[in-house]
């Protein structure tokens, strides 16, 4: 799309999906999907927890009248919408300029990402089909979301008791619930939970334990639930992205199993987990590079093959260590597996504990990628 003469900055900047939907004079749902299936100008700033979204008028007035996509009706813009933000553009001019100025000032303005031609697959209707109300498909992703870390850090606490100073306690749930929703800066609630642990170990009979115990419980918060918070933020810039981070693990479990189970002869890290192979952790890299990065590569089309292979290689042995680092854990705590919740496959953080390493790194990754941190 080229480039209109007159700056963005001058004309009016839409602020919600409602108000660019309002310029077009359709729904928010049908603007969204213009987005990805046609290069919707729609410009994103990343924040924390959130990806807020705006357009300029200009550019969705070049875009609207030049760039009409094979097979669908030309688009006329709402007169009457067009005539409501036209009467307060000269009103807003100034407000918008220096808003715009702060937020440059903060390396937060300008075009972030455009998700052109982002493909939409049998797997991302599972993660979001078209025909859900956004309320009941967002309280299903929040349930399952708190599911998977209420039941990870149940398992987290029951192992860090076994150290012998104390469960981290029922502080974790509410401390990390709210972190894994809250849309502010997170690291406050982090810095609440471990004032009030330190507080709270002040009544503990045994004083030697008054630091251990709070430190578990601030690790438990941060390791489970922060790394459940990065989910979201990945399911925010796209199904894909999350879907791409669980199968960087899942189907590189799958090749270290069968090849470290058939050709493993070097042990990997005997003294933690005496089954790994590094024969298998290769298999387990190539495995995810073909598969993950395949999947990555062609839904999220911008994702090029070299950054693709980089990305799923650097998070793969990531999720690897986090295998290593859990089973490290459990060895300490002298148990076998994290629990029973899964007969004969043990407990639900040995399925998701490289998981738990995968997606904080993809999600580092993207912010990289958008914002140039």
Not at 38 to 61: F, I, M, S
Not at 98 to 113: H, K, L, P, R
Not at 292 to 316: C, D, Q, R, S, W
Request: one cysteine or more.
């Amino acid at each position: 799309m080229g480039s209109t003469e007159s700056s963005p900055r001058a004309n009016r900047r839409l602020d919600t999906w409602k108000e660019i939907g309002a310029f077009f004079g359709r729904d928010e749902r049908t603007v969204k999907r213009w987005e990805t299936t046609r290069g919707l100008p729609v410009h994103r700033v990343p924040g924390a927890g959130r990806a807020n979204v705006y357009a300029y008028t200009d550019e969705l007035a070049e875009w609207l009248h030049g760039a009409k996509i094979a097979g669908e009706q030309e688009i006329e813009p709402n007169p009457d919408a067009l005539s409501g933000m036209a009467a307060g553009a000269e009103a807003e001019a100034t407000a918008d300029t220096v808003a715009e100025t702060a937020a440059d000032a903060q390396g937060n303005a300008g075009f972030i990402d455009r998700r052109v031609g982002e493909r939409r697959s049998g797997t991302a209707r599972i993660l979001r089909p078209r025909n859900w109300p956004a309320g009941r498909y967002l309280a299903i992703l929040a349930a399952v979301l708190v599911a998977a870390a209420f039941l990870s850090y149940r398992e987290y606490d029951a192992i860090a008791a076994a150290y012998g100073f104390g469960a981290p306690g029922p502080l974790g749930y509410p401390a990390g619930a709210a972190l894994l929703f809250w849309r502010g800066d997170a690291w406050l609630i982090v810095v609440a939970a471990a004032l009030i642990a330190f507080a709270l170990a002040m009544r503990m009979d045994d004083l030697t334990k008054a630091l251990p115990r709070p430190a578990l419980l601030v690790t438990g918060i941060v390791y489970i639930f922060g790394a459940w918070k990065c989910a979201l933020g990945l399911h925010e810039l796209s199904p894909h992205w999350l879907m791409y981070a669980l199968l960087v693990s899942w189907v590189g479990d799958i090749g270290a199993y069968y090849v470290g189970r058939n050709f493993g002869r070097h042990r990997l890290a005997e003294r933690v987990s005496p089954k790994k192979s590094w024969e298998g952790a290769a298999a387990s890299v190539v495995t995810a590079i073909v598969i993950a990065g395949a999947y990555l590569v062609h839904f999220v089309p911008y994702v090029g093959i070299a950054e693709a292979i980089l990305l799923t290689a650097a998070a793969n042995a990531a999720g690897q260590l986090g295998d290593l680092c859990e089973s490290a854990m459990k060895r300490g705590a002298g148990v076998k597996d994290s629990g029973a919740i899964l007969p004969g496959h043990g407990g639900f953080l040995d399925r998701v504990d490289s998981t738990l390493f995968v997606m904080p790194l993809v999600y580092g990754w993207t912010l990289l990628r958008t914002q140039g941190l």
